[in-house]
């Protein structure tokens, strides 16, 4: 039978919160899934910022490349099926690659809580200024944080808001007990020394935090990569 295996219960909780999360974030109501060479497989959610956001889980999926309706999925995971399945096949709802697995060069880690004081600053922003349409593109677009590596060949990532937007709202940064962060969680309950970690490739900025990562396209932020 197609759909995705989880490996364990915890594997099928983390598939059903980043189920409940794409749905949050994404209009469309489909998935991407990838079968991974190290036992894993990759979920896939276009956000509404039109950045890409990724979890992944232990698990077999068949086929190896998938694409499914995501209220389907969600359904299944809720009524406890061995397997979860895809419901209809919507191979044509997804267009384009995904990101590759490799030639990603790492610029730097970010302090979780500078990030999430970020989007606290951006949120307050937005709803000061957001139409009826949502929050402007002016905002969205807004280079947030710029991030460069070491080495000066690697380049410099301008991270803008729609990243870090989806960052926190696919609740890939949590607190040291592992909670949501919510509006109102106090800062420090981020641990410290929690990073976001900063990698480039020619095409993508990849943004990774423990629970997720989320991908911005390289070429259309202005990301510098010599």
């Known amino acids: 039978m197609s759909g995705l295996t989880p490996a364990g219960d915890a594997d099928r909780a983390d598939v059903q919160a980043f189920l409940a999360r794409?749905?949050?974030?994404?209009?469309s109501g489909v998935l991407r899934l990838r079968r991974r060479d190290d036992g894993r497989v990759g979920l896939w959610v276009?956000?509404?910022f039109d950045v890409l956001a990724t979890?992944?889980?232990f698990g077999d999926l068949d086929p190896a490349d998938a694409i499914a309706d995501l209220a389907a999925m969600q359904a299944s995971a809720a009524a406890g099926d061995p397997v979860i399945g895809f419901g209809f096949a919507m191979q044509v709802a997804w267009q384009g690659a995904l990101p590759g697995l490799s030639g990603f060069s790492h610029l730097d880690d970010v302090p979780a809580?500078?990030?999430i004081a970020l989007a606290r600053r951006g949120t307050r922003v937005a709803r000061e200024e957001s139409g009826a349409l949502g929050p402007a593109a002016s905002l969205l677009d807004q280079t947030v944080l710029e991030v460069t590596g070491e080495d000066d060949a690697v380049g410099t990532a301008a991270i803008s808001m729609r990243s870090v937007f989806a960052l926190t709202a696919m609740g890939f940064v949590r607190d040291?007990?592992?909670?949501?962060?919510t509006e109102d969680s106090p800062l420090d309950a981020i641990g410290g020394r929690e990073p976001i970690r900063i990698r480039v490739s020619p095409s993508w900025i990849r943004i990774d935090a423990r629970f997720g990562s989320v991908?911005?396209?390289?070429?259309?932020l202005g990301v510098s990569v010599l």
């Open 113 to 115: 809580r500078e990030v």
């Open 46 to 48: 276009r956000t509404g």
């Open 176 to 181: 040291e007990q592992g909670r949501e962060i």
């Open 22 to 27: 794409a749905a949050r974030v994404d209009d």
């Open 215 to 220: 991908y911005q396209r390289s070429a259309a």
């Open 55 to 57: 979890r992944t889980v």
